[in-house]
């Protein structure tokens, strides 16, 4: 059973669509992060959410950090075909970080 | 400021042998995490090494090893080879410090066993 878990493992949508990824546990986690992994390479960091109800913003990715701090989303805006590639969430337990299974995401022009 | 570097990025190897893989961190980082990423069990946690000491170890056996040298550079070494030691290994770094625990990976080591 995994810590963190991820949804949906996998989508596939047109380019412009709207869509959100969740990231969610039983357990608290003092920290989160977002990551992105594009094939062959390794995941780059997009975000880091410390407080609950923390609300993050990139350009077109909003970030999301429960009140609780056990779930976290990722909505992406207007989603273009350079968005393609594997979200991770992670969060600090204790003093590791733990890794959702992530979610394929691939945006079709 | 230079990226997290992994050598090499591509490795072939015969089930029995046994693997070296390097990793030079961010200059400055003092922490570097080792990871197997495979399609079926996505990011596993190998261990962490901060000022030489080992201070994290995820559940992997004993063939897995690793170390870090007085620069912070880490190596990682496999012995034993097996098939299903076929992988992407990841390395991270970060600074040690403060309790975000952000860390920044390279590009990853392909171990492809045969």
């Known amino acids: 059973t995994q810590l963190l878990e991820q949804s949906p493992q996998f989508l596939s949508i047109q380019e412009g669509e709207n869509l959100t990824v969740y990231c969610n546990s039983s357990?608290?986690?003092?920290?989160l992060q977002w990551y992105r992994q594009e094939p062959g390479e390794g995941p780059v960091l997009l975000v880091t959410v410390v407080t609950g109800g923390e609300v993050k913003k990139l350009k077109r990715l909003t970030f999301q950090f429960g009140d609780a701090r056990k779930d976290s989303s990722l909505h992406i805006t207007a989603a273009q075909p350079g968005d393609t590639g594997l979200y991770l969430c992670?969060?600090?337990?204790?003093?590791?970080?733990?890794f959702g299974a992530g979610t394929i995401l691939r945006v079709k022009s | 400021k230079a990226g997290v570097t992994q050598t090499p990025r591509y490795l072939i190897k015969t089930r029995g042998q046994q693997v070296t893989l390097s990793c030079s961190p961010i200059s400055g980082h003092r922490s570097v995490s080792w990871y197997q990423q495979t399609p079926g069990q996505g990011l596993q946690f190998l261990f962490e090494?901060?000022?030489?000491?080992?201070?994290n170890k995820g559940n992997f056996p004993g063939r897995f090893s690793g170390r870090q040298f007085s620069n912070s550079r880490s190596e990682m070494n496999v012995s034993t080879l097996e098939l299903g030691d076929s992988a992407l290994y990841l390395c991270?770094?970060?600074?040690?410090?403060?309790?975000?625990?952000?860390?920044?990976f390279g590009p990853g080591t392909r171990l492809t066993v045969t």
């Open positions: 991270a770094s970060r600074l040690g410090q403060g309790s975000s625990y952000e860390q920044y």
């Open positions: 992670a969060g600090r337990y204790g003093n590791k970080l733990v």
């Open positions: 090494y901060f000022s030489e000491t080992q201070r």
């Open positions: 357990s608290v986690f003092s920290s």
